[in-house]
């Protein structure tokens, strides 16, 4: 047991070593063979400036059922047009104002801010372009053939090999021009633009003269998904229109991750304070085992990597606070066993125990909103559930595994009686 002791302890020593190490301002980027991660904590754009805007959807002309794809298509038109323009970390999310569908951009340290707005704002242009070598002339031009005459776009499975593709169906119109294009083409490449970009350029197997068309290849399914998105977002007719535009400097952001510091440390000095006066050696230890919580949650906020806001702040704050009370609640019930006339150990065995039941159904209260929160709004209110739902997880572990281990560490020394809560 002792043994298992000590090997659980010098493993929470490496863990909170290599937390620490992470969670340093300076720590350097991960990097093993061929993988690269960065190391920093992101900011949002409350912290960083840039600017914020919000589309409406205009879906009266989409059918029902194909709504959510309509508005799935725009999202990714929308990131593509932004990932363009080289923003770092942008946020691009489907949100809800009043019973219409709207998209949620948010673009940290964006400069040009019009630019944006007027390249996110454009109509999806899909186009179908052939092959040319004649004169000068070389490389993919444009047909008459585009997104106007594309009906349908959707996943599909070869019967035979069961490997997925994706088919396409036009209007009477499309059809038509389709079947120009492809005796034009037999055995050549058709490419497929997005936006100015190539997304595909399947060969023309046979001459298709019914409007309906399968693009095959080796596709697994999500890439099979995605590029059925792709080729619904310019042919669903999904209007956008700028309804909100807030600009937030970086001033601003500063300041307040300031504050916000601050009111976290006091907050943590006060908490310390507090345990150590009152529960004395528990309390100091379970003062340790709280700032090794922070590390580790610390250095999942940059390994995930989380976008922090002033929101996200909040929630991190908030979280440290619960974490003290797992230990509040075991010290009380511990208190009580030695009350009772039981030893020291079995007392903490028994207080960690007893009080589990209450941590577990707290936590996991706290975490079932978290998750709420995260699934049903949007924006800064993500941040901060996505922070408090680490801070929760990392918790549980912190005051289950740390706290115990340090405890049971003096349980049975000469420094034994120095854990009697009072």
């Given at each position: 047991?002792?043994?298992?002791?000590?090997?659980?302890?010098?493993?929470?020593?490496?863990?909170?070593?290599?937390?620490?190490?992470?969670?340093?301002?300076?720590?350097?980027?991960?990097?093993?063979?061929?993988?690269?991660?960065?190391?920093?904590?992101?900011?949002?754009?409350?912290?960083?400036?840039?600017t914020?805007?919000?589309?409406?959807?205009?879906?009266?002309?989409?059918?029902?059922?194909?709504?959510?794809s309509?508005?799935?298509?725009?999202?990714?038109?929308?990131?593509?047009?932004?990932?363009?323009?080289?923003?770092?970390?942008?946020i691009?999310q489907?949100?809800?104002?009043?019973?219409?569908?709207s998209?949620?951009?948010?673009?940290?340290?964006?400069?040009?801010?019009?630019?944006?707005?007027?390249?996110?704002?454009?109509?999806?242009?899909?186009?179908?372009?052939?092959?040319?070598?004649?004169?000068?002339?070389?490389?993919?031009?444009?047909?008459?053939?585009?997104?106007?005459?594309?009906?349908?776009?959707d996943v599909?499975?070869?019967?035979?090999?069961?490997?997925?593709?994706?088919?396409?169906?036009?209007?009477?119109?499309?059809?038509?021009?389709f079947?120009?294009?492809?005796?034009?083409?037999?055995?050549?490449?058709?490419?497929?633009?997005?936006?100015?970009?190539?997304?595909?350029?399947?060969?023309?197997?046979?001459?298709?003269?019914?409007?309906?068309?399968?693009?095959?290849?080796?596709?697994?399914?999500?890439?099979?998904?995605?590029?059925?998105?792709?080729?619904?977002?310019?042919?669903?007719?999904?209007?956008?229109?700028?309804?909100?535009?807030?600009?937030?400097?970086?001033?601003?952001?500063?300041?307040?991750?300031?504050?916000?510091?601050?009111?976290?440390?006091?907050?943590?000095?006060?908490?310390?304070?507090?345990?150590?006066?009152?529960?004395?050696?528990?309390?100091?230890?379970?003062?340790?085992?709280?700032?090794?919580?922070?590390?580790?949650?610390?250095?999942?906020?940059?390994?995930?990597?989380?976008?922090?806001?002033l929101?996200?702040?909040?929630?991190?704050?908030?979280?440290?606070?619960?974490?003290?009370?797992?230990?509040?609640?075991?010290?009380?019930?511990?208190?009580?066993?030695?009350?009772?006339?039981?030893s020291?150990?079995?007392?903490?065995?028994?207080?960690?125990?007893?009080?589990?039941?209450?941590?577990?159904?707290?936590?996991?209260?706290?975490?079932?909103?978290?998750?709420?929160?995260?699934?049903?709004?949007?924006?800064?209110?993500?941040?901060?559930?996505?922070?408090?739902?680490?801070?929760?997880?990392?918790?549980?572990?912190?005051?289950?595994?740390?706290?115990?281990?340090?405890?049971?560490?003096?349980?049975?020394?000469?420094?034994?009686?120095?854990?009697?809560?009072?």
């Open positions: 047991m002792r043994r298992n002791l000590w090997i659980t302890f010098i493993l929470i020593l490496i863990i909170s070593g290599l937390a620490g190490l992470v969670t340093w301002p300076s720590s350097p980027d991960l990097k093993i063979g061929n993988y690269f991660k960065e190391l920093k904590i992101r900011e949002g754009l409350d912290l960083q400036g840039g914020h805007l919000v589309y409406e959807l205009d879906t009266s002309k989409v059918e029902t059922k194909d709504i959510d309509a508005n799935q298509s725009v999202i990714n038109v929308i990131e593509r047009r932004v990932n363009a323009l080289g923003v770092s970390e942008p691009v489907p949100a809800k104002l009043g019973d219409k569908s998209v949620i951009v948010e673009l940290p340290g964006i400069s040009d801010i019009n630019e944006a707005v007027n390249l996110i704002g454009k109509t999806a242009q899909l186009k179908f372009k052939e092959f040319k070598q004649e004169g000068e002339t070389i490389g993919f031009v444009d047909t008459e053939l585009t997104g106007a005459q594309l009906r349908r776009a599909q499975f070869d019967p035979n090999t069961g490997e997925p593709g994706v088919s396409i169906q036009f209007n009477s119109e499309g059809a038509k021009m079947a120009e294009i492809t005796k034009r083409n037999l055995e050549k490449p058709v490419a497929i633009e997005l936006d100015g970009e190539i997304i595909s350029s399947p060969t023309v197997q046979t001459i298709i003269e019914n409007g309906e068309a399968s693009i095959t290849g080796k596709f697994s399914v999500e890439e099979a998904k995605k590029l059925a998105i792709e080729l619904n977002a310019g042919a669903l007719p999904v209007p956008i229109k700028l309804v909100e535009q807030r600009n937030v400097g970086a001033t601003l952001g500063t300041e307040s991750v300031q504050k916000s510091l601050a009111a976290g440390l006091i907050g943590l000095a006060l908490i310390a304070i507090f345990m150590i006066a009152y529960y004395k050696l528990p309390g100091f230890l379970a003062v340790l085992a709280l700032i090794i919580y922070m590390l580790i949650t610390l250095a999942l906020f940059k390994l995930i990597p989380v976008t922090l806001t929101a996200g702040i909040a929630g991190f704050i908030l979280s440290v606070g619960m974490a003290v009370d797992a230990n509040i609640l075991i010290f009380e019930r511990t208190k009580e066993e030695l009350n009772a006339g039981k020291i150990g079995t007392s903490f065995e028994e207080g960690f125990k007893r009080a589990w039941t209450s941590i577990r159904d707290s936590n996991a209260s706290s975490l079932i909103t978290a998750v709420i929160l995260y699934y049903f709004t949007s924006g800064l209110v993500k941040g901060f559930a996505v922070t408090l739902a680490l801070g929760i997880l990392v918790s549980v572990f912190t005051a289950i595994t740390v706290s115990r281990t340090l405890l049971r560490l003096f349980i049975g020394t000469r420094f034994e009686k120095m854990l009697i809560i009072k």
